[in-house]
C-alpha cells in the first residue's frame, strides 16, 4: 500500500513538530521557491539567505494557515513579501537608467526558448536593476496590479508602470543580445563542420 | 499605459519558462536547514533527559530521605534506651537500700482490664501511687521489660495523647516517682500488638507501658484507633502526686485489621520510555552505526501492562507479569543505493529496529536504477514477559520502599515502517508502507532492575511509581549489519491490589 502525503498531512506533521515532516516540507518546496527567491535576489546566496528566512516564517507562521486554498501558495506568498522585505533591506538608492531604443520587432517565443534555456532567462530577470526586477516579478508572475505594487513597495502606481516598462524593454534587449549570440555560434557551428 | 501584445508575450515568454524550474539548493542550504531542525531535536531531546533526570533525582532523594528517617529514627530510639538504661541501673541501686514492695507494678498487673474485651466501656487502670509507696526502682530493676517511669513535662499538654502512638519529645524521666525527673529526649512507639513488642515500623522502640505525670490531666487521655490492638492495661496512666484514677478511653470504635487471606497481589501500570538502543555494527566499518546515532530520534516509547506478585516473605516477593511496549522514532534523510534483486532492483534502509526494505522508489528508472532520499517514521513493539524479584527494604504503616530486579522474555509483536522517498532523479515522492522488516529475531531476552516507592491506600490498593532500566540481552536484529539491543529507561506508575 502507498500514499501520497498531502498538503494537510503536511501542515498537520509540521504543527506537532514532527522532524520528518519538517523536513519533508523543506525537500517538498524548497526546489520551487528557491526559483522565486532567485528572481528576486541579485545572486543565488541571497537567494538561498532569503529562502532560508522565508522557511523559518513558514514554520512560525504555520498554525496561522487555516487549510483553505493552496498551501503551496501561502508558502510562495510568503518567500515573495520575504524577498521584497530583503530588497527593503539592502537597496538603499534607487537606480537611475538610460534604456536604449530596442527594436520593436520582438522575435517569437518559440524561436526564443529554443535558443535561450530557463537559466539564462531567470540570469537576465536577476540581472536587472533591483526596483525593475521587483515590479516586473510582482507584475509578471506574482499577479499583481500596479496599484497593489505600488502600495506594496511604497511608489507611485506611474513609476510601477513605468518601471515595468523599463523592465520590459531590458529584457528584450538582452534575448535580442542572447539571440544574436546564439544566431552567431550557430552559424560559426556550420561554419566549422561546412 | 495599455499593454502591448508583445508585452504581454514576453511576460509570459519569463512566466511559462520559469515559473515551473525548480533550483535544488546547494549543500550549504541543506546543512543550515537540517542544521536548525537538528538543533530543536537536540534540545527537545536534551529537554527529554533532563526531564527524566528531575524525575530520577527526586524519587532517588525521595527513598534517600525515607532511608536516612528511619536511620534517625531508630538512632533517636536507641539513645532513649540508653538512657532508660541509665535510669535502671539508678533504680537498682537505689533498691540495694531499699526493702519496699512494687505496689504499682502488682496494682498494675491487677487492673490488666484491656484484657475484658469491651471496647464501649471505657478502660480504666489504678495504680497506687504516691511519693511513699515505692520504691518502683525495685519492680523496674527485676521486670525492666515491664515497665519504665516517665513523668512527661507538665507544659506539655494530654491532648496530644494521640501522638503517644509515636511519642516524641523532651520528658522528664525519672526511675521512680521519689527521684528527681531528668529531661529526656524520647521517642517510641507503643506496643501495638502486645506488651513489650514494637510496633512493626520501628526497629528500635523502647517499650513504653507506664507515663508518670507531673500534674492529673484535665481530660480523659484518649487512645486512637492506632492504638486498637495495643492491651490497654498497659497503657495505664498515673500522676506521681494523686491517687486518682485517670481514665483512658477509645474514641472510635476498632476495625477488625483485615485478614489477608492469601500472599497474591495484582498491579497494573503505564511507563513512559526513554529509548537508547546500543548498536553493534556487524563488520569492520561502524559508519552506519555512527550514523543513526545522529540520525535517529525517538518520537514515542511506552510500556503498559500488569504483574502478578506472590510474598515469599514479608520483605520479598516475586513478580510475574505480561507487558506491551512500543518503541517509534524517525530517520533523518538517507540515501539509499539499489540492490538488484530477482524481480528488479529493491533499496534497504538500515535502522536501529532492523533493516527496512522498499520494494520500490517512485519515479526511479530501473534500469540503470538509481539512488534515492528516504526518511521514515520506524514502529517497533513487542509482547514482554519479565520475572522479577521484589525487595521491600523499608516499610511502615503506609509507605514501603524497594528494589526490583528480574529478566524478561520479548517477544517482536510488530516492526513497521512509513518511508517517505523520493528517487534522486525525480520530482515526484511517496510514502511507501514496509509493513514487516528483514532479519528481525522474533524473541529476545533481556535484564532489568529498578527502584520505586508504593503508598498504600485503603482496603488493599496501593499506587506506586517505580523507575527502571531494561536492556537486551540478546539482540533483535540477526544476520543484519547492525545488531541493536534495546535499551529503555522506564518510570513507571501503577495501581496495585493485595487480595
Known sequence: ?194 | MNNKPEDNDIDRLFRDSIDNMETEPSDHFWNKAYDGILQKEAKNYQMKILRWKGISYTLAAAVVALIGYNIYTGQKVSYVEQQITNIEKNQALSSESSSSGSIATNSLKNTSLANSGDQSKPVASLLHNSRNVQPLGATLSSNASDLKALTKRPNRSVATQKSFASASGIYNASANANQPSVATTISANIPTQEANTIAPSVSRAVPMNIIYLENKPNSPLRVTQSLDDAPLAQLAIISDTTTEVIPVERIAPVEPKKNYATKISLSVFYAKSAAFPILKYNGPDTKIQGDLTTSESQEAAYCFGFNVGFDISSRFTIQLGCNYRMYAFSTDFTTVNPIIGESGPYYNLVSSAGVITIPYIPGSSTNPPTSATAIGDVKYSSVCVPLKLKWSFFKNSRLKAYAVAGGSVNVIASDNAMIYCQSNTASNSEVVNVPTMAGNNSVSFSWLVGAGIEFKLARGFSVYAEPSYQTSLTPISANTPLSTYPTYLDMAVGVGYHF
Open chain 1, 1 to 194: 500500500m502507498s500514499l501520497e502525503v498531502s498538503e494537510e498531512e503536511l501542515v498537520k506533521g509540521c504543527l506537532a513538530e514532527v522532524p520528518a515532516y519538517q523536513r519533508a516540507l523543506y525537500k517538498r518546496y524548497a526546489s520551487k521557491m528557491l526559483t522565486v527567491c532567485l528572481r528576486y535576489a541579485k545572486n543565488r546566496e541571497e537567494a538561498e539567505d532569503v529562502l532560508q528566512e522565508g522557511f523559518v516564517t513558514v514554520f512560525a507562521k504555520l498554525p496561522q494557515f487555516k487549510m483553505e486554498g493552496s498551501f503551496e501558495g501561502w508558502v510562495r506568498r510568503i518567500m515573495v513579501n520575504k524577498s521584497i522585505e530583503n530588497y527593503r533591506k539592502t537597496s538603499k538608492i534607487y537606480p537611475v537608467l538610460d534604456i536604449e531604443d530596442v527594436e520593436d520587432n520582438f522575435v517569437s517565443s518559440e524561436d526564443i526558448t529554443s535558443n535561450i534555456s530557463a537559466k539564462e532567462l531567470l540570469s537576465m530577470i536577476q540581472e536587472l536593476p533591483p526596483m525593475y526586477k521587483l515590479v516586473f516579478n510582482l507584475y509578471a508572475f506574482d499577479g499583481m496590479t500596479h496599484k497593489e505594487i505600488g502600495a506594496s513597495l511604497g511608489i507611485a502606481e506611474g513609476t510601477s508602470k513605468s518601471n515595468l516598462s523599463d523592465a520590459r524593454t531590458l529584457l528584450k534587449k538582452k534575448i535580442a543580445i542572447s539571440m544574436m549570440i546564439a544566431k552567431k555560434n550557430e552559424i560559426n557551428e556550420q561554419q566549422a563542420r561546412g
